[in-house]
């Protein structure tokens, strides 16, 4: 059995390290005129509010089956770095059992991803409502709060975790000069398996930038959650 002392002696390194990295964080500002990101950020209030508003009683009722269905808390609280390394926490519906993290340490060897991501087919940790929503990519609605406070914007970069950014090579830093987002170029794309494409692709989405293209993101995600592919 591993010892308790190293284990977390290693976990305090993990942060001292990241606490590190976002301090030194130099990270070019987004060119976008101011008009463009006052009309980004009024889309992302008007459209995150009135869905929370319209949407309310389906998360209600989402809300009641996953704590009827399973044990555990509501939502999944996880960690994320925002924009120019601002870290602040998000919210998705619970997808998995309570022990969830514990179980990946023994499940890494069948991760279906290079890079510091996993995922895995038929993963057992997800419970069976979980599947649903994840399938449908339900257990995103409650960032719709995190786009309405700020936090995130409707459309932009992949969210970054603190596990994946000391990960991060120099050029892929520059995800962080924009707010990330709900939805990215891999939901329309597709979800590379390599780390590397990810970053990529949410590169991509900020050197061309417009709200043209978050239009057009907006509405091919409908299509993406009505279809099923994110499962």
């Given at each position: 059995?591993?010892?308790?002392?190293?284990?977390?002696?290693?976990?305090?390194?993990?942060?001292?390290?990241?606490?590190?990295?976002?301090?030194?964080?130099?990270?070019?500002?987004?060119?976008?005129?101011?008009?463009?990101?006052?009309?980004?950020?009024?889309?992302d209030i008007v459209c995150s509010?009135?869905?929370?508003?319209?949407?309310?009683?389906?998360?209600?009722?989402?809300?009641?089956?996953?704590?009827?269905?399973?044990?555990?808390?509501?939502?999944?609280?996880?960690?994320?770095?925002?924009?120019?390394?601002?870290?602040?926490?998000?919210?998705?519906?619970?997808?998995?059992?309570?022990?969830?993290?514990?179980?990946?340490?023994?499940?890494?060897?069948?991760?279906?991803?290079?890079?510091?991501?996993?995922?895995?087919?038929?993963?057992?940790?997800?419970?069976?409502?979980?599947?649903?929503?994840?399938?449908?990519?339900?257990?995103?609605?409650?960032?719709?709060?995190?786009?309405?406070?700020?936090?995130?914007?409707?459309?932009?970069?992949?969210?970054v975790g603190p596990d994946e950014?000391?990960?991060?090579?120099?050029?892929?830093?520059?995800?962080?000069?924009?707010?990330?987002?709900?939805?990215?170029?891999?939901?329309?794309?597709?979800?590379?398996?390599?780390?590397?494409?990810?970053?990529?692709?949410?590169?991509?989405?900020?050197?061309?930038?417009?709200?043209w293209l978050d239009i057009k993101?907006?509405?091919?995600?409908?299509?993406?959650?009505?279809?099923?592919?994110?499962?």
């Open positions: 059995m591993a010892n308790p002392i190293v284990l977390q002696t290693s976990e305090d390194q993990m942060q001292a390290s990241f606490a590190t990295s976002i301090n030194n964080l130099s990270i070019a500002p987004c060119t976008k005129t101011l008009p463009y990101r006052f009309i980004k950020r009024l889309i509010g009135s869905s929370l508003i319209l949407l309310s009683p389906f998360l209600a009722f989402i809300a009641i089956i996953i704590k009827l269905s399973s044990r555990g808390p509501l939502f999944y609280k996880w960690h994320v770095i925002g924009k120019g390394g601002k870290k602040f926490t998000g919210y998705k519906f619970r997808t998995m059992v309570v022990n969830a993290d514990e179980l990946k340490k023994e499940l890494l060897k069948y991760n279906e991803r290079k890079g510091p991501t996993f995922k895995m087919k038929n993963d057992p940790r997800i419970t069976r409502v979980g599947r649903i929503l994840r399938k449908f990519s339900l257990d995103e609605l409650p960032q719709l709060w995190s786009v309405l406070k700020g936090d995130m914007s409707l459309v932009g970069p992949r969210p950014w000391i990960h991060f090579e120099e050029w892929q830093r520059r995800k962080l000069s924009v707010t990330p987002g709900m939805i990215c170029l891999w939901h329309i794309r597709g979800k590379p398996k390599e780390f590397s494409e990810w970053i990529k692709l949410d590169l991509e989405y900020i050197d061309n930038w417009s709200i993101l907006l509405l091919g995600s409908a299509w993406y959650m009505i279809s099923g592919r994110n499962y």
